[in-house]
């Protein structure tokens, strides 16, 4: 097997990935691709032997210095807010031209044939995903669904306030835990026989913002509300900065039209068990915070 970067490292998806793939994979096979070499997060795998490169989406010539003799590079994509496009072809054309032969990249869910836009998003994801198919490299598009771990951003904190608060809608969503979504990506890395695939990895199991509220009444043993609220009566209780509303509003929509709903079955198949639920996953939260 060939060298192993891991972009975005120091990430909560990246850190992740990269403890499992030190299980699979000796430390002198993987680097990683960080703005600080120097980051304590990052400082106890350069001491098992994990090659750290200073890097930066923007930055292509040290993108190419950091690709000389990888095989593999695991795109985790750019967060929102940012040139996502400018970001992610220079990771793309930058392997091609160091002579990387597989880029596996991080985009998100949505249903085939989906008019949904999510704002800072959808569109940059359609790009990357259009870009790595043209580029000549073997590809891998990894789409997740929301990480049961961020739920919460979008109906605050429901045991403090007694209730999920929320736009109408009974949608649901089959998120998935950013430990599963880690192993999958070990998994493609690692494994032959995923070159030029894309995978839809939802979680097993959909849930509405109303079976949230349930299920969290029914693990902490308070009484959790589902509240319905106009859309701007929820952007005024998120109390977020004004310009994220389009793009909070994107993703409670999406739940709330089922743009997350199906499960695919990729998940569970690529990681050989079955992914947590979301009531496993408030359940372990609930218990680790009494």
């Given at each position: 097997?060939?060298?192993?970067?891991?972009?975005?490292?120091?990430?909560n998806?990246?850190?992740?990935?990269?403890?499992?793939?030190?299980?699979?994979?000796?430390?002198?096979?993987?680097?990683?691709l960080?703005?600080?070499p120097?980051?304590?997060?990052?400082?106890?795998f350069?001491?098992?032997?994990?090659?750290?490169h200073?890097?930066?989406?923007?930055?292509?010539?040290?993108?190419?210095?950091?690709?000389?003799?990888?095989e593999?590079?695991?795109?985790?994509?750019?967060v929102?807010?940012?040139?996502?496009?400018?970001?992610?072809?220079?990771?793309i054309?930058?392997?091609?031209?160091?002579?990387?032969?597989?880029?596996?990249?991080?985009?998100?869910i949505?249903?085939e044939?989906?008019?949904l836009?999510?704002?800072?998003?959808?569109?940059?994801?359609?790009?990357?995903e259009q870009?790595l198919?043209?580029?000549?490299l073997?590809y891998?598009?990894?789409?997740?669904?929301?990480?049961?771990?961020?739920l919460?951003?979008f109906?605050?904190?429901?045991?403090k306030?007694?209730?999920?608060?929320?736009?109408?809608?009974?949608?649901?969503v089959?998120?998935?835990?950013?430990?599963?979504l880690?192993?999958?990506?070990?998994a493609?890395?690692?494994?032959n026989?995923?070159?030029?695939?894309?995978?839809?990895?939802?979680?097993?199991?959909?849930?509405?913002?109303?079976?949230?509220?349930?299920?969290?009444?029914?693990?902490?043993?308070?009484?959790?509300?589902?509240?319905?609220?106009?859309?701007?009566d929820?952007?005024?209780?998120m109390?977020?900065?004004?310009?994220?509303?389009?793009?909070?509003l994107?993703?409670?929509?999406?739940?709330?039209?089922?743009?997350?709903?199906?499960?695919?079955?990729?998940?569970?198949?690529?990681i050989?068990?079955?992914?947590?639920?979301?009531?496993?996953?408030?359940k372990?939260?609930?218990?680790?915070?009494k």
């Open positions: 097997m060939g060298k192993i970067l891991i972009t975005g490292a120091t990430g998806l990246g850190i992740r990935t990269l403890d499992l793939l030190l299980q699979k994979v000796p430390s002198n096979q993987i680097a990683v960080v703005r600080d120097e980051s304590e997060k990052i400082e106890r350069v001491k098992e032997g994990v090659e750290a200073q890097g930066d989406y923007f930055d292509y010539n040290s993108l190419l210095r950091a690709f000389n003799g990888v593999k590079v695991m795109l985790i994509s750019a929102a807010f940012t040139d996502r496009n400018t970001q992610h072809f220079n990771v054309a930058a392997a091609k031209q160091a002579g990387v032969k597989q880029v596996i990249y991080t985009s998100i949505r249903k044939n989906s008019n836009i999510l704002p800072e998003v959808t569109m940059s994801d359609l790009f990357a870009t198919r043209a580029s000549g073997d891998t598009i990894l789409r997740n669904p929301p990480y049961l771990e961020t919460h951003s109906y605050g904190d429901a045991l306030v007694g209730g999920v608060r929320v736009p109408e809608g009974s949608g649901k089959a998120a998935a835990s950013l430990d599963d880690a192993a999958v990506n070990v493609i890395l690692t494994q026989g995923h070159e030029n695939h894309t995978y839809n990895l939802s979680g097993s199991e959909g849930s509405s913002f109303a079976d949230i509220a349930e299920a969290l009444t029914e693990i902490s043993e308070k009484n959790i509300a589902y509240e319905t609220l106009s859309e701007n929820y952007l005024e209780a109390g977020m900065p004004a310009f994220t509303n389009d793009f909070l994107g993703w409670v929509r999406a739940v709330n039209t089922g743009e997350f709903s199906e499960t695919s079955g990729d998940l569970e198949r690529l050989g068990r079955k992914p947590m639920t979301y009531k496993e996953f408030f372990k939260q609930i218990s680790i915070s």
